[in-house]
Protein backbone atom coordinates (compact mmCIF):
# COMPACT_ATOMS: atom_id res chain seq x y z
CA UNK A 1 0.00 0.00 0.00
CA UNK A 2 2.70 2.11 1.14
CA UNK A 3 4.68 1.87 -2.55
CA UNK A 4 1.01 2.41 -4.38
CA UNK A 5 0.67 5.68 -2.40
CA UNK A 6 4.49 6.62 -3.46
CA UNK A 7 3.97 6.23 -6.95
CA UNK A 8 0.42 7.90 -6.83
CA UNK A 9 2.32 11.50 -5.26
CA UNK A 10 4.70 11.30 -7.53
CA UNK A 11 2.83 10.69 -10.04
CA UNK A 12 0.49 13.76 -9.14
CA UNK A 13 3.24 15.57 -8.36
CA UNK A 14 4.86 14.99 -12.51
CA UNK A 15 1.24 15.49 -13.61
CA UNK A 16 0.99 18.98 -12.02
CA UNK A 17 4.32 19.82 -13.09
CA UNK A 18 3.62 19.35 -16.76
CA UNK A 19 0.55 20.91 -16.20
CA UNK A 20 1.63 24.13 -14.61
CA UNK A 21 4.78 24.12 -17.14
CA UNK A 22 2.45 23.78 -20.01
CA UNK A 23 4.28 20.60 -20.97
CA UNK A 24 1.13 19.02 -22.10
CA UNK A 25 -0.10 21.42 -25.16
CA UNK A 26 2.21 19.66 -27.93
CA UNK A 27 2.17 22.91 -29.62
CA UNK A 28 4.79 24.26 -27.24
CA UNK A 29 6.75 20.82 -27.63
CA UNK A 30 6.77 21.17 -30.96
CA UNK A 31 7.78 24.88 -31.01
CA UNK A 32 10.82 23.57 -28.96
CA UNK A 33 11.55 21.00 -31.76
CA UNK A 34 11.87 24.29 -34.02
CA UNK A 35 15.23 25.37 -34.35
CA UNK A 36 15.15 26.98 -37.40
CA UNK A 37 11.92 29.04 -36.95
CA UNK A 38 10.05 30.04 -33.96
CA UNK A 39 12.10 28.04 -31.58
CA UNK A 40 10.90 28.15 -28.11
CA UNK A 41 13.12 26.94 -25.34
CA UNK A 42 10.89 26.59 -22.29
CA UNK A 43 11.06 22.70 -22.31
CA UNK A 44 14.74 23.28 -21.95
CA UNK A 45 14.50 25.41 -18.98
CA UNK A 46 11.61 22.29 -17.34
CA UNK A 47 14.39 19.55 -18.07
CA UNK A 48 17.21 21.76 -16.51
CA UNK A 49 15.38 22.32 -13.40
CA UNK A 50 15.02 18.31 -13.14
CA UNK A 51 18.12 18.16 -13.66
CA UNK A 52 18.58 20.47 -10.72
CA UNK A 53 16.94 18.53 -8.55
CA UNK A 54 17.97 14.64 -9.53
CA UNK A 55 21.14 15.30 -9.87
CA UNK A 56 22.12 16.09 -5.88
CA UNK A 57 19.48 13.71 -5.02
CA UNK A 58 20.84 11.15 -7.23
CA UNK A 59 24.08 12.00 -5.34
CA UNK A 60 23.92 12.04 -2.01
CA UNK A 61 20.45 10.12 -1.65
CA UNK A 62 19.94 7.52 -4.17
CA UNK A 63 23.30 6.36 -5.13
CA UNK A 64 24.74 5.85 -1.36
CA UNK A 65 21.71 3.76 -0.78
CA UNK A 66 20.53 0.04 -1.96
CA UNK A 67 16.88 0.44 -1.18
CA UNK A 68 13.89 2.98 -1.25
CA UNK A 69 12.64 4.45 2.14
CA UNK A 70 9.94 1.50 1.41
CA UNK A 71 12.30 -0.83 1.44
CA UNK A 72 12.39 -1.87 -2.34
CA UNK A 73 15.11 -1.31 -5.07
CA UNK A 74 15.90 1.68 -7.21
CA UNK A 75 14.59 1.36 -10.71
CA UNK A 76 17.78 2.11 -12.07
CA UNK A 77 19.52 1.09 -15.32
CA UNK A 78 22.14 -1.48 -15.03
CA UNK A 79 22.91 -1.58 -18.82
CA UNK A 80 25.02 1.74 -20.15
CA UNK A 81 25.49 0.45 -23.77
CA UNK A 82 24.36 1.82 -26.36
CA UNK A 83 22.75 -0.89 -28.88
CA UNK A 84 20.64 -1.25 -32.14
CA UNK A 85 17.46 -1.40 -29.80
CA UNK A 86 18.14 1.37 -27.53
CA UNK A 87 18.93 3.53 -31.14
CA UNK A 88 15.68 2.19 -33.05
CA UNK A 89 14.00 2.92 -29.81
CA UNK A 90 15.16 6.10 -29.76
CA UNK A 91 14.53 6.91 -33.44
CA UNK A 92 10.87 5.95 -33.12
CA UNK A 93 10.29 7.75 -30.45
CA UNK A 94 11.39 10.80 -31.94
CA UNK A 95 9.65 10.34 -34.92
CA UNK A 96 6.71 10.00 -32.42
CA UNK A 97 7.20 12.78 -30.50
CA UNK A 98 8.16 15.01 -33.66
CA UNK A 99 4.98 14.15 -35.24
CA UNK A 100 2.62 14.67 -32.40
CA UNK A 101 4.44 16.82 -29.98
CA UNK A 102 3.48 14.91 -27.11
CA UNK A 103 4.83 12.15 -25.12
CA UNK A 104 3.80 9.24 -22.80
CA UNK A 105 3.70 11.10 -19.51
CA UNK A 106 1.58 14.28 -20.89
CA UNK A 107 -0.74 12.85 -22.89
CA UNK A 108 -1.33 10.55 -19.36
CA UNK A 109 -1.54 13.49 -18.06
CA UNK A 110 -3.79 15.24 -20.51
CA UNK A 111 -6.31 12.27 -19.90
CA UNK A 112 -7.55 14.24 -16.99
CA UNK A 113 -8.47 17.20 -19.71
CA UNK A 114 -11.98 17.31 -21.68
CA UNK A 115 -11.18 16.30 -24.69
CA UNK A 116 -11.46 12.53 -25.84
CA UNK A 117 -9.10 13.06 -28.57
CA UNK A 118 -6.24 12.48 -26.45
CA UNK A 119 -7.64 9.16 -27.15
CA UNK A 120 -6.22 9.13 -30.34
CA UNK A 121 -2.97 9.05 -29.22
CA UNK A 122 -2.86 7.14 -25.98
CA UNK A 123 -4.55 3.99 -27.16
CA UNK A 124 -2.15 3.46 -30.19
CA UNK A 125 0.38 4.03 -27.83
CA UNK A 126 -0.41 1.77 -25.38
CA UNK A 127 -0.99 -0.99 -28.23
CA UNK A 128 2.33 -0.04 -29.22
CA UNK A 129 3.67 -0.93 -26.11
CA UNK A 130 2.39 -4.21 -25.92
CA UNK A 131 3.43 -5.20 -29.47
CA UNK A 132 6.95 -4.29 -29.27
CA UNK A 133 6.92 -6.10 -25.00
CA UNK A 134 5.26 -9.51 -26.97
CA UNK A 135 7.85 -8.96 -30.31
CA UNK A 136 11.14 -7.62 -28.99
Known amino acids: ?3 FLSALL ?6 AGLTV ?29 ALCVYL ?17 AFYIPQKSQVDAR ?3 GAVLFGIGWGLAGICP ?11 LAILYFVLPMLAGLKLCDKWL
Open 105 to 115: GPALTNLTGDT
Open 1 to 3: MKT
Open 21 to 49: STMTDPLRVLAFLDIFGQWDPTLAFVMGG
Open 56 to 72: PVYQFIIKPRHQTLLNS
Open 86 to 88: LVA
Open 10 to 15: AGLLFG
